[in-house]
């Protein structure tokens, strides 16, 4: 009894640790940066979501899914669904009745609430779209997927309450670094907490050889729908915090190029390695835009030049991926008793 | 008495193809049995369908009076059925601890919220499962090389890891295809012993597929020959080498 709750405390010890860190973040980070940077900041967190939740999919399980910008869009839109028309409002009124303290905290908890509602309702459409398209394998998968990531922002294009083609503007602007960062270490730690567990195994063994994944008793359909239901729900979180970031949604964001950049971050970081979807991810945030400046300076956009011709570069140099199959504690052996190997 | 598996006129077609026909055989708990055949003769196609990778056409497969034809290859594990393969199937990517520990997966029983949490039920059940798959290991004498990729084994110890990952689901019956393909005479002894050894520490119920005439001959207590998907011999091995239908088809007239 002793050790449950000693191991408990230490659980609950983290995530305030974790949330201090970030509540100080919060307040201290947004003042010493200039904006701009703050803004390519918000989009590492958010591309960090966005890979480490495809690499479940992609990397861990080996189902190859195109169709990540869906999940995210409807992620997006429903949080921004739901604090448009009913938290934001609410929030507006409680401003005028009780400011301070109290308005504050509702906010967040609101925010919260809008984007676990996305989160849980790109969940759903992965399990919707996950069970009959799992029948299929590789290139398969990827065209089905593919297309219905294409259903999705058609739909959205099509609907008039949340802005159809003009895009959705009056988002409330909520997202701050503590919830995007929030979102990013709860995507980064379940990822890494799976990998150490009989789950991500079962995942990884698909990968490797699903008839033999089958015959020691591994349930691969259920673990496959398992896989898209967790990359979606962090994929539709990532979506939410990035609408009410700039407050402003368009369904041009989420084309298929959107899903492609997911899967350059998987790609580029090692298929599996979470540490390598997040160095993936911060790599692609920055890259374009530390280019920028050479813009000014030839006057031609040389960015989407340069930046391919890395890629290209990379992948032909390391064709696994930055970190292959490994992780941080891998590469660095001064971390290695971290792994419960 | 006391027959874990019966195997009824089990019957596989595949369109005009018959692969296995009006197949029989009652496995007594403890037993280790032989299958031999020539190429082709349909052995595989019977491990196939009893792990469920095929739904026979006709027969039943009844494991302790439960009927095992509609079940998937997962389901039939948890019910104590594990086997290899003839062309070796390890997770090659994953350690050699992990490979045996996705054996021991359908023990686990710990759920998402243990593991985002890494609960004391995690942890009890993840050290328990390292505890009896290192056991494991040392049976076959692989744990040293327990972090090592499984891809980087020897040919023979990738053989017996395969065997320790069927072991570690905890199987009544094991169902080994050509465990001593590819091994040399020495590995081929060794193997005997191990395989005995295993059965008697695991109370293990072992159908075995092998070319390996030694083998067969040295360590089944009975063995069934199929040719062309027709079971044409069934006895002591004693029996078998004197049976001119058995010489027939393996040296032709």
């Not at chain 1, 890979?51 to 899914?65: A, P």
């Not at chain 1, 009989?198 to 033999?212: K, N, S, T, V």
């Not at chain 1, 374009?288 to 300076?297: G, I, M, S």
């Not at chain 2, 596989?12 to 708990?29: I, P």
Request: charged letters at 15%.
């Amino acid at each position: 009894m002793f050790k449950r709750s000693r191991s408990f405390l230490k659980q609950i010890g983290l995530f305030i640790a974790i949330c201090a860190v970030l509540l100080a973040g919060n307040s201290t980070i947004p003042t010493l940066l200039n904006p701009y940077i703050f803004m390519i900041l918000i989009y590492c967190g958010v591309n960090i979501i966005m890979g480490v939740s495809l690499n479940v999919i992609n990397g861990l399980c080996g189902e190859f899914s195109m169709g990540h910008a869906g999940f995210m869009a409807i992620g997006a839109y429903v949080s921004a669904f739901f604090s448009f028309y009913t938290f934001g409002p609410f929030i507006d009124e409680l401003t005028a009745t009780h400011p301070g303290m109290t308005m504050m905290l509702t906010k967040q908890i609101l925010f919260l609430a809008a984007i676990v509602l996305g989160g849980i309702s790109a969940a759903i459409v992965g399990y919707i779209v996950g069970l009959p398209s799992l029948r299929l394998r590789g290139d398969y998968l990827g065209i089905v997927t593919l297309g219905f990531g294409e259903i999705i922002r058609v739909v959205i294009l099509n609907l008039e309450v949340v802005g159809g083609a003009r895009g959705f503007a009056g988002i409330p602007a909520w997202s701050n670094f503590f919830w995007v960062f929030f979102f990013v270490i709860a995507a980064v730690m379940t990822s890494f907490r799976m990998l150490k567990s009989y789950q991500g195994r079962a995942l990884l063994a698909i990968r490797e050889d699903e008839i033999a994944a089958e015959s020691i008793g591994i349930n691969i359909t259920a673990y496959k729908v398992k896989a898209f239901i967790y990359g979606a729900f962090f994929a539709g979180t990532a979506g939410a915090l990035l609408g009410h970031f700039i407050a402003y949604l368009n369904p041009a964001t989420f084309t298929f190029i959107k899903s492609f950049e997911a899967i350059i971050i998987v790609v580029l970081g090692g298929m599996g390695s979470v540490t390598g979807a997040i160095v993936a991810a911060i790599i692609t945030t920055i890259l374009p835009e530390a280019l920028r400046p050479l813009q000014e300076f030839t006057k031609i956009d040389f960015r989407m030049v340069i930046y391919p011709l890395l890629l290209l570069t990379l992948m032909l140099t390391r064709p696994q991926g930055l970190f292959g199959h490994k992780e941080y504690y891998d590469v660095i052996p001064f971390l290695k008793r971290k792994k419960r190997a | 008495m006391n027959t874990l598996l019966h195997i009824h006129d089990l019957t596989m077609r595949f369109a005009g193809l018959v692969a296995v026909s009006e197949f029989n055989l009652g496995l007594k708990k403890n037993e280790l049995v032989g299958l031999i055949g020539p190429n082709g003769a349909g052995k595989t196609t019977v491990f196939n369908m009893l792990t469920g990778v095929y739904t026979p056409t006709e027969g039943q497969i009844l494991l302790n009076d439960e009927l095992l034809n509609p079940l998937k290859p997962h389901d039939i594990t948890t019910r104590g059925i594990a086997r290899t393969f003839q062309n070796i199937r390890l997770f090659k990517n994953l350690s050699v601890l992990d490979n045996v520990r996705l054996g021991y997966h359908i023990h686990m029983s710990y759920g998402l919220f243990a593991m985002a949490m890494e609960s004391p039920h995690y942890e009890k059940e993840e050290n328990e499962a390292r505890q009896k798959c290192m056991d494991l290991l040392k049976i076959f004498h692989l744990q040293q090389n327990a972090h090592q990729q499984a891809k980087n084994l020897p040919y023979g110890a990738q053989r017996r890891l395969e065997i320790l990952r069927a072991l570690a689901t905890q199987p009544k019956i094991l169902l080994l295809d050509e465990p001593a393909a590819g091994l040399n005479a020495r590995e081929t002894e060794d193997l005997m012993a191990t395989i005995q050894q295993i059965r008697k520490q695991f109370d293990l119920t072992i159908l075995l597929i092998e070319h390996d005439m030694k083998l067969v001959m040295g360590i089944c207590e009975r063995i069934l020959v199929l040719d062309h998907g027709e079971t044409i011999a069934e006895g002591t091995p004693k029996e078998i080498q004197s049976n001119p239908t058995v010489i027939k088809a393996y040296l032709g007239e």
